[in-house]
Every structure is written in structure tokens, then in C-alpha cells.
């Protein structure tokens, strides 16, 4: 099983990025996925989380802003990032807890993508 993250890149401040957290391999089903970032210099920081039921639950500072989504079909999540701010410049981490095909629960990280805020 491996996660892995895109749609990182530069926006200006009030843009939008669309961030994807893509699991792969001999997958059953996902549950929770969590989105962190971890900006220059600071500790890494939890953003949003989506429940395998659909629950979602998002950090204050993204709140209102940010919105985290899935596509089981697709064993996809989403996280939909509008009026973006400089303070928003970090590498953004999906993680995932996912049941494989052998009934074994991992708990996987995918590798980070880069979101730049700046004029």
C-alpha cells in the first residue's frame, strides 16, 4: 500500500490549490486520512481529517477555508484549499490508516507535496 500526494505548486495569496492523497496497492478499504503540513523551521502540524464515514474535522486556522473530501471509488482524498495565505506556505502530508487485502490495518504517510503562497 502507498499514499501518495499532489497538486502542490505556487498560487498567489486568494487562490486555490486542490491537494490529492492517491492510495495504491492491495487495498480493502481506507478509513481516516488526515492531511498535516509543516512549514520552514516549524514543527509539522495537523490541517484536516476525514473519517471513513465521511466525518470531517479541520484545524481553526483552515477552517472555513479548506475542505477535505474523498472519492472511495477512487480510493482518494481531496483537500480543497481556497483563499490561501503566505502563512499557508508548507509541504502538505496525507496520512492514512487503511485495511489491505489480508485484513492487516497500516497506518501510511505519503510523500510530501509543496505549496508555495506568495506574489
Known amino acids: 500500500v502507498q499514499l501518495q500526494a499532489s497538486g502542490g505548486g505556487l498560487v498567489q495569496p486568494g487562490g486555490s490549490l486542490r491537494l490529492s492523497c492517491a492510495a495504491s496497492?492491495?487495498?480493502?478499504?481506507?478509513?481516516?486520512v488526515f492531511w498535516y503540513r509543516q512549514a520552514p523551521g516549524k514543527q509539522r502540524e495537523w490541517v484536516a481529517a476525514i473519517s471513513g464515514g465521511g466525518s470531517t474535522n479541520y484545524a481553526d486556522s483552515v477552517k472555513g477555508r479548506f475542505t477535505i473530501s474523498r472519492d472511495n471509488a477512487k480510493n482518494t482524498v481531496y483537500l480543497q484549499m481556497n483563499s490561501l495565505k503566505p502563512e499557508d506556505t508548507a509541504v502538505y502530508y496525507c496520512?492514512?490508516?487503511?485495511?489491505?487485502?489480508?485484513?492487516?490495518?497500516?497506518?501510511?504517510w505519503g510523500r510530501g507535496t509543496l505549496v508555495t503562497v506568495s506574489s
Open positions: 496520512n492514512g490508516n487503511v485495511i489491505d487485502r489480508r485484513g492487516r490495518i497500516g497506518d501510511y
Open positions: 496497492g492491495s487495498i480493502f478499504s481506507i478509513n481516516a
